[in-house]
C-alpha cells in the first residue's frame, strides 16, 4: 500500500535528493563555543539566536526514514530537531544498555549534524511523553526503598547514572555545540512541578539536587526545566501546551530567555477519547504571539509523530502518534499545517534584528486589538498586530495606515509598513506546487494504493494459544497478584487460574471480576464466556456474565490484559493493576474468590516461544485458517512491494493484539475499540 501517488513520491524523492546535495556547503554553519544566553534568546557563537524547533523522536520512526524527515523538517523552516532520551529503551535491564537500530540516538544526532540543524535533548530521563511507563525502566521497581523522582537516594542514584552515562556518550562523540557538535540545549526531569506538592518536603530538595546535578556534568550548553517554575539558576524555566503565547507569564529570572518547549500541534490518541484535530491557523496565532510578547525559542510537539513500535506506547494509547503533526505518521508532508507553518517561520525570521536587538513596546489598538512593536535605534521596525476578537474582522490604525485584521489573527508587519503573513490565511504556496503536483490542501487526504491482498483463507495460517488450567501453572499465591509486578513488564498479558468446584446440580452461576488492568478475558473449561474492558479514563471495569458450569471441578481461566503502562502522576512505582477482586454467586451461595488458591502464567505460549521469529515459528504446530477465534495467532508470507514509498498493513478485520513483520513488531491494534461514532480508532 502506497501512503501518497506516485508523482508525490516522485517529487519527494527529487526534493530528497537536491537537498542532500546542499549538506557539505551547510554543515559548517554549526560551529563549536559555549552556548549561553540572556534575557533575549539563546547565544550560539556569540550570536542571539531566533529559533524554531520540532520534536522527532528516533524511537518512533526507523534510521532509514531519518534523513527524510529531517529535511523536510528544515525545509519547513526549522532550526532544530528536538528529541527525549527514552531510559528503558537504552537500558532495559540494569546495566545492560541498547543503542541499535532505533535506539541509536548517536546516528540520529549525527543526521541532526549531517543536515545543519541543531538538537534539542530532553534525557529526563522521566519524560512521560506517552510512552511506557513514561520512560523509566521497570526494573528500577524493585530497587529496595526506591521512592521515583523524589529526594530518594536509590533513585537518584541511577537517574545520575543514566543521565551521565548519556551525556558522556554525546561528549565522547563531539556533539555538544561546546565541541562543535549541534547540541545546543538539554533538559533534566519533566514537568515536576505537576506533582512536586505529592511529594511534600521531599519535592523541593530534589528540584535543587537535580538542577545541580545536570549543570555539574559540564556539557557547555543550558539546561532547562519544562514546567517549573522554581527551576534553580541557571538552569531555564520553559512552557508546555497549546497557548504559551497567551498563558506563560516568563521566565523566573529577566535574565533568562522566553523558551515553549512544547508547542502541541494535535493531541496524541488515547483508546476511549475522541480524536481532536488542532487547525495550523490556532497553532501559527499562538506562535506569533508568543514571539510578539517575547519568545525566541519555539518548539513544535510533535513536528514528526511517527509510531509507537512494540509495547512502547503508555496506557491505552494508540500506536499512531500525532498522525496530525506537520509531517504524518508516515513521514510524508501534512498540508495545510506544514506550509502555513512554514510561511510563518519565514515571516518571523525576517524580522529577526528588530526581535533580537530592538526595544518593545505595546500599542491598545482597540478594545481587544494590541500592538507589539520591536524598534531598533537605526530605524529598523517589525510589529505584530494581534486581533483577539475571535468573531470579528476589525480594521485597526497604525502608523498613519489602516490594517484589517481578521478574528483571532495576528498580522506580521516586518518592516512596521507591510503585511507579510496573517495567522488566519491560509496560504496556497505550498512546496509541491513549484513540481505542479495536484493536492487536497482543505481536505489534506492521504492516497492509499492496495498492493497486496490478504483475504484469501488460503494465505492463511493459525496456531491457537494455550488457556492454561490451574494445574498446569507453576507460579502460586493464596490471593490475587498484581499485575504489572507479576509480569515485570515482559508481557501484556498475564494469566489467572484456579480450579472452582461446584457441588450444586443447576449448570448456571455468575461470575464477577473487578479489574484494574485494561481489558479481560474471562474462560471457564476453556471457552470464552465474555471479554471486556476499560479506557484512558475510566481504567477500573468489572466484567459480570452468567456461566456453565460443571457439577464438580472447573477451571476458571481469565486473562488479564494490559494496554501499555501508566507514564505519568505521582508514585508510578505505588500503582496497581490487573484483578482486585473475583466473585462467582451460584444457587446455593456466594463465594468470594480473591483471596482463593490461584495459579499464574505470565505471557502467552506463543511469546514464550517467539514464534513471530522465522527462526522459531517452527515451535508449534501450524494448521490452515478455519475461522477467526479468540487467542489464536495468524501468519502468511507475501512479496514486498517495489519502490521506497511508504507502507501500512490494514487491520481493519482483525480485533485485539499485537502485528509483526519479519520478526519486529509494528505495535498493537485494537480495532475492536471504536469510538463514539462507532469508527475504528485506527485501522491502520
Given at each position: ?32 563555543g ?13 550570536q ?5 524547533s520540532g520534536?522527532?523522536h ?14 523536510k523538517?528544515k ?11 527514552f531510559w528503558?529503551?537504552h ?20 543526521e ?16 512521560e ?8 525502566p ?12 523524589s ?14 552515562t548519556i ?17 545546543i ?5 519533566n ?21 545541580e ?8 550548553v ?17 512552557c508546555?501546551?497549546?497557548k ?6 516568563g521566565?523566573?529570572?529577566s ?20 480524536p ?11 506562535v ?10 519555539v ?25 496530525e ?7 510524508l ?12 517561520h ?9 526581535i ?13 486589538q ?17 486581533n ?14 489602516s ?18 503573513f496573517?495567522t ?5 504556496n505550498?512546496?509541491?506546487e ?14 492509499i ?5 490478504f ?13 492454561p488450567?490451574f494445574a ?17 513488564d ?8 484456579s ?6 446440580s443447576?449448570s ?47 477451571n ?16 508510578l512505582?505505588s500503582?496497581?493493576a490487573?484483578?482486585r ?15 482463593y ?6 505471557g ?40 521506497n ?14 502485528a509483526?513483520?519479519?520478526?519486529q ?9 471504536v ?5 475504528p480508532?485506527?485501522?491502520?
Amino acid at each position: 500500500m502506497c501512503f501518497g501517488s506516485g508523482k508525490v513520491c516522485e517529487v519527494m524523492e527529487r526534493l530528497f535528493w537536491l537537498l542532500i546535495l546542499t549538506v557539505v556547503a551547510v554543515v559548517a554553519a554549526v560551529e563549536g563555543g559555549e552556548v549561553t544566553y540572556d534575557g533575549r534568546s539563546l547565544i550560539i557563537q556569540g550570536q542571539r539566536k531566533l529559533l524554531f524547533s520540532g520534536s522527532i523522536h528516533y524511537p518512533r520512526s526507523t534510521p532509514e526514514m531519518w534523513p527524510s524527515l529531517i529535511t523536510k523538517a528544515k525545509e519547513g523552516g526549522l532550526d532544530v530537531i528536538q528529541t527525549y532520551v527514552f531510559w528503558n529503551l537504552h537500558e532495559p535491564q540494569k546495566s545492560q544498555y541498547n543503542f541499535n537500530g532505533r535506539a541509536d540516538l548517536v546516528r540520529f544526532i549525527k543526521e541532526i549534524q549531517a543536515q545543519g540543524l541543531y538538537a534539542s535533548l530532553r534525557i529526563g530521563p522521566f519524560i512521560e511523553g506517552e510512552w511506557n511507563y513514561g520512560g523509566l525502566p521497570f526494573w528500577l521497581h524493585d530497587v529496595p526503598g526506591i521512592v521515583y523522582r523524589s529526594d530518594n537516594e536509590p533513585f537518584k542514584v541511577h537517574m545520575q547514572n543514566f543521565t551521565t552515562t548519556i551525556v558522556n556518550m554525546m561528549k565522547s562523540e563531539n556533539l555538544y555545540a561546546s565541541q562543535e557538535g549541534p547540541i545546543i540545549l538539554s533538559q533534566i526531569e519533566n514537568e515536576y512541578q505537576l506533582v512536586e506538592p505529592a511529594y511534600h518536603e521531599k519535592g523541593p530538595p530534589y528540584v535543587k539536587w537535580a538542577a545541580e546535578m545536570a549543570v555539574g556534568l559540564q556539557t557547555g550548553v543550558p539546561w532547562m526545566m519544562c514546567k517549573q517554575n522554581d527551576a534553580p539558576d541557571p538552569v531555564i524555566n520553559t512552557c508546555n501546551g497549546m497557548k504559551c503565547g497567551e498563558s506563560f507569564p516568563g521566565p523566573n529570572s529577566s535574565k533568562k530567555p522566553w523558551l515553549w518547549t512544547e508547542n502541541w500541534t494535535s493531541r496524541y490518541q488515547a483508546y476511549g477519547e475522541e480524536p481532536y484535530t488542532r487547525s495550523p491557523q490556532d497553532i501559527a496565532f499562538q506562535v506569533a504571539l508568543f514571539v510578539a510578547r517575547n519568545g525566541t525559542f519555539v518548539n513544535y510537539y510533535m513536528y514528526h509523530g511517527g509510531t509507537n513500535f512494540g509495547r512502547t506506547t503508555s496506557s491505552y494509547v494508540t500506536t499512531s502518534y500525532y498522525d496530525e503533526g506537520p509531517l504524518d505518521e508516515y513521514g510524508l508532508i501534512r498540508q495545510p499545517k506544514w506550509g502555513h507553518l512554514k510561511e510563518l517561520h519565514a515571516a518571523i525570521k525576517s524580522c529577526s534584528n528588530p526581535i533580537l536587538f530592538g526595544t518593545q513596546f505595546m500599542l491598545s489598538l482597540g478594545e481587544r486589538q494590541t500592538g507589539y512593536i520591536y524598534r531598533q535605534k537605526s530605524g529598523e521596525c517589525a510589529a505584530f498586530l494581534v486581533n483577539n476578537d475571535d468573531t470579528k474582522t476589525v480594521v485597526v490604525p497604525f502608523q498613519n495606515s489602516s490594517y484589517e485584521l481578521s478574528p483571532n489573527s495576528i498580522s506580521i508587519l516586518p518592516d512596521c509598513k507591510n503585511v507579510a503573513f496573517n495567522t488566519a490565511k491560509a496560504s496556497l504556496n505550498l512546496i509541491l506546487e513549484k513540481y505542479e503536483v495536484e493536492i487536497n490542501v482543505e481536505n489534506n487526504t492521504r492516497s492509499i494504493t492496495t498492493g497486496k491482498k490478504f483475504n484469501g483463507s488460503e494465505m492463511w495460517e493459525e496456531f491457537r494459544d494455550i488457556i492454561p488450567t490451574f494445574a498446569q501453572t507453576s507460579k502460586r499465591s493464596n490471593t490475587l497478584l498484581e499485575h504489572m509486578n507479576t509480569t515485570k513488564d515482559m508481557s501484556d498479558y498475564l494469566w489467572y487460574t484456579s480450579m472452582y468446584r461446584h457441588e450444586s446440580s443447576n449448570s448456571k452461576a455468575v461470575l464477577k471480576v473487578d479489574s484494574a488492568g485494561h481489558a479481560l478475558h474471562a474462560f471457564v473449561n476453556g471457552v470464552l464466556i465474555g471479554s471486556t474492558h476499560g479506557s484512558h479514563k475510566n481504567t477500573r471495569f468489572t466484567l459480570e456474565n452468567t456461566i456453565p458450569l460443571n457439577e464438580g471441578n472447573n477451571n476458571i481461566s481469565l486473562l488479564s490484559v494490559m494496554v501499555g503502562l501508566p507514564d505519568s502522576g505521582a508514585y508510578l512505582e505505588s500503582r496497581v493493576a490487573g484483578l482486585r477482586r473475583v466473585r462467582i454467586h451460584d444457587i446455593q451461595n456466594s463465594k468470594d474468590l480473591t483471596n482463593y488458591s490461584w495459579g499464574y502464567q505470565v505471557g502467552l505460549l506463543g511469546e514464550k516461544l517467539q514464534i513471530y521469529l522465522e527462526q522459531t515459528s517452527s515451535k508449534v504446530q501450524w494448521r490452515p485458517f478455519t475461522s477467526p477465534n479468540p487467542l489464536t495467532w495468524y501468519k502468511t508470507s507475501f512479496d514486498a512491494p517495489a519502490g521506497n514509498e511508504s507502507l501500512g498493513l490494514n487491520l481493519g478485520s482483525m480485533g485485539k493484539g499485537e502485528a509483526w513483520v519479519n520478526g519486529q513488531s509494528i505495535g498493537r491494534y485494537w480495532v475492536s475499540f471504536v469510538t463514539s461514532q462507532g469508527s475504528p480508532y485506527q485501522t491502520w
